[in-house]
């Protein structure tokens, strides 16, 4: 088996730890989400993933807040199966083969041209499934994307790396090209975007540096004409956090109860006419 060089930096190497991550999980008993793409594509990568920072609870953490985008993405799917997918910053993730969207989807995994020419080299061409190697920010992104079915944007683990200058206008750009859709994205607080370093050992592993922070769904709303909030859900709702070892569990619901920390993280549902 040819083994695939991955040599990254800042943030394209925290999707190597999000990577390493769910195969890890992935491997154990009963795990919350089977990523069998990720245990291959961790096998075929010639990197050392012990270097990724990843602590402890991570892995189960990583595939709570996987499992929950497969959950929100699915259900999106079963509502309107005839849309085009945006999975923006997509690094290696697998989802497009987890979920197997239906034929009338369009789906589009985006993200810069080396990462792209990585996943190329290991996952196998799939019919309806596109990618494109560009930045998610650059201004002609979607140009060659047709426009003739609503959209459905995905986008997990990017906002807080965008300049919010930038991700603003991805968004209204997005918004104006398609006639609807739906968006799917986390958010992290300022006061979590200022202790990324101290808080995440991926990030400070790649020392990467996040940029944007949001607080709710309704600055999205003010910024983007169109752009409507249907639901934010914190870190400390999603399915699943039982399964936390107890000392990481105590931990997170200590956090929980204070407001500060309560809403570090947000999953927002949100959609656009």
């Not at 990523?35 to 961790?42: F, G, H, S, T």
Request: hydrophobic share 40%.
């Amino acid at each position: 088996m040819t083994r695939e060089k991955a040599d990254f930096t800042g943030p394209q190497a925290t999707m190597l730890a999000t990577l390493y991550g769910r195969a890890l999980h992935s491997r154990t008993e009963n795990p919350v989400l089977h990523d069998p793409y990720a245990e291959e594509a961790v096998a075929r990568i010639d990197h050392d993933f012990s270097t990724t920072g990843l602590r402890g609870g991570d892995a189960l953490s990583i595939a709570l807040r996987g499992r929950t985008f497969d959950d929100l993405t699915a259900d999106r799917l079963a509502a309107d199966p005839e849309v085009t997918v945006l999975h923006l910053g997509c690094g290696l993730d697998s989802r497009g083969q987890r979920l197997a969207p239906p034929p009338s989807v369009e789906w589009y995994d985006v993200d810069f041209p080396e990462v792209i020419e990585l996943r190329d080299r290991i996952y196998p061409a799939r019919e309806h499934h596109h990618t494109i190697g560009s930045s998610v920010t650059a201004p002609d992104l979607l140009h060659g994307i047709p426009n003739d079915k609503p959209a459905l944007v995905v986008a997990e683990g990017l906002t807080m790396y965008l300049e919010e200058a930038e991700g603003v206008a991805l968004l209204r750009r997005i918004t104006e090209h398609f006639p609807g859709g739906h968006l799917i994205c986390d958010v992290q607080s300022p006061l979590a975007v200022r202790w990324a370093h101290r808080l995440n050992g991926a990030v400070r592993a790649a020392d990467a540096r996040l940029k944007w922070g949001i607080r709710s769904g309704t600055e999205l709303e003010r910024e983007v004409p169109g752009l409507v909030l249907d639901e934010e859900t914190t870190f400390f709702d999603i399915p699943g956090l039982e399964r936390l070892n107890p000392a990481y569990r105590a931990l997170v619901r200590a956090l929980g109860t204070i407001p500060a920390f309560r809403k570090l993280a947000l999953i927002l549902t949100m959609h656009f006419d």
